[in-house]
C-alpha cells in the first residue's frame, strides 16, 4: 500500500527567503512522485516529478526536489520565494506495481510575507 | 490549461437532490479518474476509469457512480445529495492505465454547494 505525509500543513516564510515542503512516503513498490500546486480558486498544475532517473528533480518556477529512498523523503524547496507562490501545495505518490492510482498526501499551505 | 474540461464550474442544490458532473480528459488519454476535495478530508480518490472500464475504487459512496463513455469523457452522478456532499471535485486523466513515469493532468473542478 502506499501513503504520503506532508510534514507541515501550514510554512510560513518572507520573500526573498528559501521554501522548504516536506514529504515522506511510504510504498511496497518503486514509486513515481509527484509535486502539484494548487492556486487559490484553481486547479491542480504539476510542478515536478521523479520517476526512477535522476534523484534530484528541477520543476517549473523554481523549484526543485530530491528523492531520498533511505529517509523516505521526497521534500520540495525553492532558494527564494515570491509572493506569487502562495498557495497548496500536494505531495502524491504512485506505486509502479501497485495500483497507480495518484495518492494525494494533506496538503502544505505556503504563506509568503513580503 | 491542462485539456481536461470539466462542466459545470459551479453547481448549487438542494439536499436530496441529483446532480451530474461532466470530464472531457485531454485528446488520447485513456484512463480518467475522479477526486473529491473537501476540507477535512483532503484529496480523496473515488474512482478511475479505463478506457470505458471501471478499473479501480476509492472512498466511493454508493450513493455516488460514474461512467466512461465511448468518446472517453465521464460522468460522475451524484444522488441523494447531503450537506456533507459539498465539495470540490476534480476530473483527471493520463495516457494510460496508471500514473508513474506519466503524470494525471487534472481539471479545473466542479464545486458542488448543497443547501
Known amino acids: 500500500a502506499q501513503s504520503v505525509t506532508q510534514l507541515d500543513s501550514h510554512v510560513s516564510v518572507s520573500e526573498g527567503t528559501p521554501v522548504l515542503l516536506r514529504c515522506n512516503y511510504s510504498?511496497?513498490?518503486?514509486?513515481?512522485l509527484f509535486w502539484y500546486v494548487q492556486h487559490p480558486n484553481k486547479g491542480l498544475q504539476l510542478l515536478l516529478k521523479?520517476?526512477?532517473?535522476?534523484?534530484l528533480v528541477k520543476g517549473i518556477n523554481g523549484f526543485e526536489a530530491e528523492f531520498k529512498k533511505s529517509e523516505t523523503s521526497f521534500h520540495l524547496t525553492k532558494p527564494s520565494a515570491h509572493m506569487s507562490d502562495a498557495a497548496e501545495y500536494f505531495c502524491?505518490?504512485?506505486?509502479?506495481?501497485?495500483?497507480?492510482?495518484?495518492?494525494f498526501g494533506r496538503g502544505t499551505s505556503l504563506i509568503v510575507h513580503p | 490549461d491542462s485539456g481536461v474540461t470539466q462542466t459545470p464550474k459551479h453547481l448549487i442544490t438542494a439536499t436530496g437532490q441529483r446532480v451530474t458532473l461532466r470530464c472531457s480528459p485531454r485528446?488520447?488519454?485513456?484512463?480518467v479518474y475522479w477526486y473529491q476535495q473537501s476540507l477535512d478530508q483532503g484529496l480523496q480518490f473515488l474512482i478511475q476509469?479505463?478506457?470505458?472500464?471501471?478499473?479501480a475504487k476509492g472512498n466511493i459512496l454508493e450513493r455516488f457512480s460514474a461512467q466512461q463513455f465511448p468518446d472517453l469523457h465521464s460522468e460522475l452522478n451524484l444522488s441523494s445529495l447531503e450537506l456533507g456532499d459539498s465539495a470540490l471535485y476534480f476530473c483527471?486523466?493520463?495516457?494510460?492505465?496508471?500514473?508513474?513515469?506519466?503524470?494525471?493532468?487534472f481539471g479545473q473542478g466542479t464545486r458542488l454547494t448543497v443547501v
Open positions: 483527471a486523466s493520463s495516457p494510460v492505465l496508471g500514473v508513474t513515469n506519466t503524470e494525471a493532468f
Open positions: 510504498s511496497s513498490y518503486s514509486p513515481s
Open positions: 521523479y520517476t526512477s532517473a535522476a534523484t
Open positions: 502524491v505518490v504512485s506505486e509502479s506495481g501497485g495500483s497507480y492510482i495518484p495518492t
Open positions: 485528446s488520447g488519454d485513456l484512463s
Open positions: 476509469y479505463y478506457n470505458g472500464e471501471e478499473r
